[in-house]
Nanobody
Framework: QVQLVESGGGLVQAGGSLRLSCAAS????????IGWYRQAPGKQRESVAT???????NYADSVKGRFTISRDYAKNTVDLQMNSLKFEDTAVYYC?????????????WGQGTQVTVSS
């Protein structure tokens, strides 16, 4: 059973930094993406930064140049370093693993961690 446990959220002033960490376990399939999504109040969940199955990274335009995703294969963790935070970065951040069952995407989610940026 895949388990994703996030940590590192909190309250920060605009312009500050936070680092989120996701500890992943139970991943037995070979092809998947892993990364971070977020959901702000009243908005749809959106992708923030992910690693593709080939190891490449993808970032939302809104966080390029400010956020950096990294991965420690030995520890099975995926971190998100968030710099120059803006009020609009306020959201619940979720760790995500996406694979496929038959031909359909299948998602695993962590419990989420709140990031609040004060203006």
């Amino acid at each position: 059973q895949v388990q994703l446990v996030e940590s590192g959220g909190g309250l920060v002033q605009a312009g500050g930094s936070l680092r989120l960490s996701c500890a992943a376990s139970g991943i037995t399939f070979s092809t998947y993406t892993i990364g971070w999504y977020r959901q702000a109040p009243g908005k749809q969940r959106e992708s923030v930064a992910t690693f593709s199955s080939g190891g490449g990274t993808n970032y939302a335009d809104s966080v390029k140049g400010r956020f950096t995703i990294s991965r420690d294969y030995a520890k099975n963790t995926v971190d998100l370093q968030m710099n120059s935070l803006k009020f609009e970065d306020t959201a619940v951040y979720y760790c995500n693993v996406q694979t496929r069952r038959l031909t359909l995407p299948y998602n695993y989610w962590g419990q989420g961690t709140q990031v609040t940026v004060s203006s």
